[in-house]
């Protein structure tokens, strides 16, 4: 006889030995009902009117336009601003990524046993992931000046946060036998972690890393706005002045250096993997 042998009812089963089983309910209709709800109560308060939307949503475009066709002439000035703005993602990941390493271990639960320690770092890591780029860049260019360092510093402080919780969260997930069989031997912690858990996360941990540095690349070009350098100086400025022809430029080298980035990163994360 199969375990299920018969249906008695819509959600009810009856198994092999007669016990009935009831089915759970579907709690997708109370889920649906509160997002209605939700959604309603957000309408009311951001004042949001579909009207409107249909209305002036031609509006959109209309800067756009203005950008067509880009004046390719104004190239030669972008590549300076352009190569700042690589500069600071490059380096600002590279840095925020080394740092949230050692945070990243101290944070993880299955190596670390301190239950203060443990909460004290990943709060640490919460708060700082809260901090929107912008804002961290408004502070580091009161703190530091106007120019590249303060976007660095910025986009340092993001990588920080944003792979410190992802590493942590992928060493949480690994294997422990290994290190614990090497502390058996006789290794220290230090180095069972080296041999025993590095590698197991290492493919994971650079592929989170490019693919902060894709984001970074986009976010550093509009740090120039609180004068963070890179294209978000010249950007804002053209965009000060209504010309919108050098905008447009401007864009088009940013969208073909973000897709030349994100296709050589994701080349080389399929490598890692």
Not at 75 to 90: A, E, G, R, V
Request: charge should be positive; aromatic fraction near 12%; hydrophobic fraction near 50%.
């Amino acid at each position: 006889m199969s375990l299920y042998s018969r249906v008695i009812k819509p959600k009810s089963l009856i198994l092999g030995n007669g016990k009935v089983v009831d089915e759970p309910r579907s709690k997708a209709p109370l889920v649906i009902v509160l997002f209605c709800i939700a959604s309603l109560i957000s309408i009311k308060i951001t004042g949001f009117d579909m009207a409107v939307m249909f209305s002036r949503g031609g509006q959109f475009l209309v800067i756009l336009r203005k950008m067509v066709p880009p004046e390719f002439a104004y190239m030669p000035k972008i590549w300076q601003p352009l190569f700042d703005t690589i500069k600071m993602s490059l380096l600002g990941s590279f840095v925020g990524a080394v740092l949230a390493v050692p945070f990243a271990v101290v944070a993880s639960s299955n190596i670390v046993k301190n239950r203060f320690v443990i909460v004290f770092v990943r709060l640490l890591l919460s708060i700082v992931r809260t901090l929107p780029t912008l804002v961290t860049a408004l502070i580091a260019t009161y703190i530091f000046g106007l120019g590249t360092l303060a976007g660095t510093i910025a986009i340092a402080v993001f990588t920080f946060a944003y792979v410190g919780k992802l590493l942590y969260e992928e060493i949480e997930t690994v294997d422990m036998g290994p290190f614990e069989a090497m502390q058996a031997m006789g290794a220290n912690k230090g180095r069972s972690f080296m041999y025993a858990i590095i590698p197991q996360v290492l493919p994971s941990y650079l592929s989170n890393c490019l693919f902060c540095f894709e984001g970074n690349v986009r976010y550093a070009s509009i740090l120039g706005y609180v004068g963070a350098g890179g294209l978000g100086l010249i950007l804002n400025e053209k965009i000060g002045w209504r010309e919108y022809t050098k905008v447009g430029m401007i864009l088009v080298m940013l969208f073909a250096t973000v897709v030349i980035i994100e296709t050589f990163s994701h080349w080389l994360r399929s490598k890692l993997t």
